[in-house]
């Protein structure tokens, strides 16, 4: 056998290798992933927070005050102005419900923004509300389904709602949905800034997938307003996961979770 064959018989088995490899790990995370699901599962009493028709009877209900989740936009000002340095950046705000952080981004000079909620009650309230805020746009659109071009956005912002749809009943579809569509509509080097109530490691397997390809910062959020309003209750943590959407895909960082950073954000 000449050095040519058996050069590229060693490249083909490292070929191969490399592929088993890789379909092992696939298995592996999918496992993973329906593990976590099974997990993630709410207790039939409770309601479906993944449908419009729950939220549409919510926001019928609800007074006109704004009701934020998690967080405020002071809470994350720091944050997003040291992440978001290009000059008038499109920003996606996802499952925006009837909160004011859109607002507070607009009259903090980010003005290029874009509302997305299924629910057409609140979209039809928060467009009447914020109509003097000409460059701000709102849209009926499910996360799951989302309609915009590829690579349209240089930030999204989302505060519960990928916590939402991992309370679908129909997770196992859903939850990879919209992490597709969420890297999809994003600009290379853009970032997804997701707020929620879970452990990172809850979400992590869920980026893993050979299709999406991120760096990823964790903050840990002492969510001090809730400890005003309920001074006798434990502390309760939420966690930013600060997802970058990498320009190029030769890897993926996952942070060592033993070395995330802790960050306390006052409200003022």
Known sequence: MCIRDRYQRRVHGEKLQKMQRTKANERIIEEKMQSLLKELKLPP???????????????????????????????????IRRTLTMEDPEILNVGCGNSDFSASLYADGFVNITNIDFSAKVIDLMSDKHKIRE??????????????????FDAIIDKATLDCVFASRDAETDV????????TCLKPGGVYFCVSNAA????????????????????????????????QGSQRSMFLLKWRR???????????LSKVKKLSLIHI
Request: contains cysteine; negative net charge; proline residues 8%.
């Open 45 to 79: 009493e409770y309601p479906d927070y993944s449908t419009a028709e729950y939220w549409n009877r919510r926001y019928f209900d609800q007074s006109d005050a704004a009701y934020e989740w998690y967080v405020n936009y002071e809470e994350l000002r720091l944050i």
């Open 135 to 152: 460059e701000m746009d709102f849209a009926v659109m499910d996360v799951r389904a989302m309609e915009f071009p590829p690579d349209c």
């Open 176 to 183: 990879p949905r919209a992490i597709q569509g969420i890297y």
């Open 200 to 231: 990172p490691d809850r979400r992590f397997p869920f980026l893993k997938l050979a299709s999406f390809h991120w760096t990823i910062d964790v903050l840990e959020l002492s969510n001090l307003q809730y400890l005003l309003f309920n001074p």
């Open 246 to 256: 990498m320009r190029f895909t030769s890897f993926m960082s996952v942070p060592n």
